[in-house]
């Protein structure tokens, strides 16, 4: 009699797209280069070949998106959007203002009016996918889904959405923070959400505020061209 296959580890569907998302952003740093000069132009088809590449793996590791519901209501819904667009402002105002560290890395700064036509709205296009859609959803299964509640217990499937310590608060906004360049306020960022996790008991919420704040980033960088937050 053959033996039912075994279920994968609960772990597993949050920490491969948001591993796998981490290991192609390492490539597409050596792919491609920065500023706007011909080298930079790798940069658009790594980014491309990275959205194109982890959109199914976390459509494959769908189990995991069972943690969203229920949606939260409108209250908690407009704190969250609140929440992301004061993460935004955090994140411009400050920039400047903290000292930078080296082994955080940099990001690539791509100017897309190299491209021409077509090209270049299809990029804009594909980043702003990446930015409010799928970024989001992969960052906030991981860190406010699974890494907080992992931290309060490694059995973390029996800890309710939305039980956030101060211990599971502070290392997963540091973690957080050691992730991006701008480490301040992403600091800031990874306790705010955390915040919004305890009040709204939703990982939907921060969802939402994660894809405001990065939508409101997103629109300030085409309008300004401060390609630096791109």
Not at 47 to 67: F, G, M, N
Not at 180 to 188: D, G, K, R, V
Request: charged letters at 10%; proline letters at 8%.
């Amino acid at each position: 009699m053959t033996e039912p296959a075994s279920a994968p580890h609960p772990v597993l569907p949050y920490v491969v797209p948001m591993f796998g998302f981490l290991a192609l952003t390492s490539l597409e740093g050596h792919l491609s280069g920065t500023g706007s000069g011909p080298a930079s132009l790798g940069y658009p088809l790594a980014y491309t070949l990275k959205v194109a590449l982890v959109t199914p793996l976390a459509w494959a590791c769908r189990s995991s998106w069972r943690d969203l519901a229920p949606w939260p209501g409108v209250r908690s819904l407009a704190l969250a959007a609140a929440v992301g667009l004061l993460v935004a402002v955090l994140w411009v105002g400050l920039d400047g203002l903290y000292p930078t560290l080296g082994f955080l890395g940099t990001r690539a700064g791509f100017d897309p009016n190299v491209l021409k036509g077509p090209a270049r709205w299809g990029f804009v296009a594909v980043r702003f996918v990446g930015l409010v859609a799928l970024v989001p959803l992969i960052e906030e299964l991981f860190w406010r889904s699974f890494l907080i509640r992992w931290l309060v217990d490694p059995e973390f499937t029996k800890v309710p959405i939305g039980r956030v310590t101060p211990t599971a608060a502070l290392v997963t906004s540091a973690l957080f923070a050691a992730a991006h360049p701008e480490w301040l306020p992403a600091l800031i960022t990874g306790l705010a959400w955390a915040w919004l996790l305890g009040q709204t008991r939703s990982v939907s919420a921060c969802l939402v505020s994660h894809a405001s704040a990065n939508l409101a980033l997103g629109l300030y960088v085409i309008t300004t061209g401060d390609w630096k937050y791109w």
